[in-house]
């Protein structure tokens, strides 16, 4: 059974720092792109970055550009995801994504 499992999210005040893991298991995805996505009250699904299989190459939203990085260990199965100068506008459910997996989701909450 293919499982994406996200943790490291919780509460933290703005201008902090959170780093979310997501380990897969089941199969590998070394050969595969990764990514977050989050998803905020009221609102829908929205990209946040990705990651290609190598590692070499990623993108992100405008919105964490600069703020957020993406890894990745395909040794462990595992993309990561660290965040600096949360916002409170980055409070989400944040979901991993790879191929057509999805991650059950982790709680970030940044308060002003």
């Known amino acids: 059974q293919v499982q994406l499992v996200e943790s490291g999210g919780g509460l933290v005040q703005a201008g902090g720092s959170l780093r979310l893991a997501c380990a897969a298991s089941g199969r590998s995805f070394s050969m595969s792109d990764m990514g977050w996505y989050r998803q905020a009250p009221g609102k829908e699904r929205e990209f946040v970055a990705r990651?290609?299989?190598?590692?070499?190459?990623?993108y992100y939203a405008d919105s964490v550009k600069g703020r957020f990085t993406i890894s990745r260990d395909n040794m462990k199965n595992t993309v990561y995801l660290q965040m600096n100068s949360l916002k409170p506008e980055d409070t989400a459910i944040y979901y991993c994504?790879?191929?057509?997996?999805w991650g059950p989701g982790t709680q970030v909450t940044v308060s002003s």
């Open positions: 994504h790879a191929v057509i997996y």
């Open positions: 990651i290609n299989r190598s590692g070499v190459s990623t």
